[in-house]
């Protein structure tokens, strides 16, 4: 072979190696279009108004207490197809999941259920807890309680296994209309109703007064303000136990810098904790912790709590269901504020706007007759309604999720009736946060989100493994507990129609220098 053989043969070769280039590029640029076009991004729902109730709801906002009367007995009973009460009393058995400050309120709503319908006898477990197993254990052997209290997310993945009743088989549509809609929405998954709400919470910032001067509105204030505080009062400045979380207060930080749990590709829900927010959110946290020495990272919430009432820390991130705790402790020094903005993307970090409720099991799930079922409607309808409700926030200071308690509780703060006289301004602080916050995801894949984060989180700041490896490591461990568990497909989607064109043009790219070749030897 001469050398002008050769050189045509390598140009060629070139023109070849360029055109196959140039093809790859458009087919990488083709699926970038593609995967923007097809991955949606969902917006966090923000409420834009300091009330809970201007979050979008398909349903009426408009009370209709005249029609739904559940706080008079004969109107309950009605409302779930009964005439008179029966000949034979009625058991139903409860699990119970308040706080203790929520239980005084609980114990007097509940005496006065019984002496309205003597008829049903409520046999209540206290102490049980909201997210865990416990309940689904019970159900799978048919031992669960018939009437269960548990958060919102948790609530939707026992619905969507088959655990605990579809209400909107029971109740009128017009139920809604009881409930404050960001409650509501909260306990409906499909369209389907599977709780009752009796309040909405989330976290806030809660500070003392006597170390904090004022709330700080970013993160660089807050860590001024923790620097301070160390270098004046010798305490620590923030009390945040990152590496116990599972997730759920870290939540409103991952999503200050941007970030979300999940995303939708090709109309699948994914996880998408591997992010640069996961990162920085992580990052952000260690630097306070071992770099700036201005975090303790307590060994849990319950830690954080003592640390604060022991005037040990000035500023802790809790929810108001220890606000009595935290009342008793400081008294007019105890504050609370919105989580901040995060200084570095301009976002606030927002909390989950949740929401316990009342659930009641499938009848495979508990053994409950009939009768039982009924007397467990008119339980549930009794203690979310409005003198329940509002007797929640009087005592346990609770935010309503009764629509007609909820502007109750409204009024009395606008009117400053709360005592002592500064809670008005610490629930003004509360409420306020209501306005900064992401909707709390109640589908069957957040069941599975909890133990990912824990388990990389906690590594990652026990300094095992890096922010980036944390990131990699618990969205891997989400999306192999979702396809274990039947959520999330493995099988990738067939090209769509409009990359074909571009696919096809690489073909005769590759094969021609192939069949060339053959031909000169």
Do not use: C
Request: charged content about 10%.
């Amino acid at each position: 072979m001469n050398v002008l053989s050769k050189n045509r043969k390598l140009k060629g070769v070139s023109g070849t190696i360029i055109a196959i280039i140039v093809v790859i590029i458009i087919i990488v640029a083709a699926v970038g279009v593609y995967l923007v076009m097809t991955s949606h991004h969902p917006t966090p729902t923000v409420s834009t108004t300091n009330s809970l109730i201007s979050t979008t709801s398909s349903t009426s906002t408009t009370t209709t207490t005249s029609i739904l009367n559940t706080s008079n007995p004969q109107s309950l009973m009605q409302l779930v197809g009964l005439t008179s009460a029966p000949s034979t009393p009625v058991t139903i058995t409860v699990w119970d999941t308040y706080s203790s400050s929520e239980n005084q309120s609980f114990i007097q709503t509940l005496a006065q259920f019984e002496q309205e319908f003597p008829w049903i006898h409520v046999k209540v477990t206290p102490g049980a807890q909201v997210g865990t197993s416990q309940f689904e254990t019970a159900a799978k052997a048919g031992q669960a309680p018939i009437v269960y209290r548990d958060s919102s997310d948790s609530g939707g993945a026992l619905f969507a296994a088959g655990l605990v009743l579809n209400l909107s088989q029971y109740l009128p549509p017009s139920i809604t209309s009881l409930y404050v809609p960001t409650a509501i929405n909260d306990w409906t998954l499909n369209g389907s109703i599977y709780g009752l709400p009796d309040d909405v919470n989330y976290i806030v910032m809660f500070y003392n007064k006597h170390f904090v001067p004022y709330a700080p509105n970013t993160t660089d204030q807050l860590i001024q303000i923790a620097e301070q505080v160390n270098k004046t009062y010798h305490v620590w400045g923030i009390a945040y136990g990152a590496s116990d979380e599972y997730g759920y207060r870290f939540a409103a930080w991952f999503a200050g810098y941007g970030g979300q749990i999940f995303t939708t590709q090709n109309g699948q829900i994914v996880p998408d904790l591997n992010s640069s927010a996961m990162v920085n959110a992580l990052n952000f946290w260690y630097n306070l912790t071992y770099n700036l020495h201005i975090n303790y990272l307590a060994p849990s919430s319950g830690v954080e709590g003592q640390l604060f009432i022991a005037n040990q820390t000035a500023i802790i991130f809790d929810g108001p269901w220890d606000l009595n705790e935290y009342l008793q402790a400081l008294g007019p020094n105890l504050g609370a504020a919105p989580l901040p903005v995060v200084s570095q993307t301009g976002l606030r970090a927002e909390p989950f706007i949740g929401s316990t409720g009342w659930l009641i099991a499938t009848p495979q799930a508990s053994g409950a007759s009939p009768m039982q079922i009924k007397a467990a409607l008119i339980f549930i309808l009794y203690v979310t309604n409005y003198q329940s409700d509002l007797r929640l926030w009087d005592v346990a200071h609770d935010i309503p999720a009764n629509m007609q308690a909820y502007n109750a509780a409204l009024t009395e703060l606008k009117e400053g009736k709360l005592q002592p006289a500064y809670l008005n301004q610490i629930m003004e602080g509360i409420l306020e946060q209501a306005q900064y916050g992401q909707k709390f995801p109640n589908i069957p894949q957040m069941a599975y989100y909890w133990d990912s984060f824990h388990e990389y989180a906690s590594e990652f700041f026990a300094q095992k493994i890096s922010a980036n490896q944390a990131a990699q490591g618990m969205e891997q461990a989400f999306v192999q507990s979702l396809i274990q568990n039947g959520l999330m497909s493995t099988i990738l989607p067939p090209p769509p129609i409009f990359l074909i064109p571009y696919i096809m043009l690489l073909v005769p790219v590759l094969v021609a220098p192939i069949v060339k070749i053959k031909g000169k030897w």
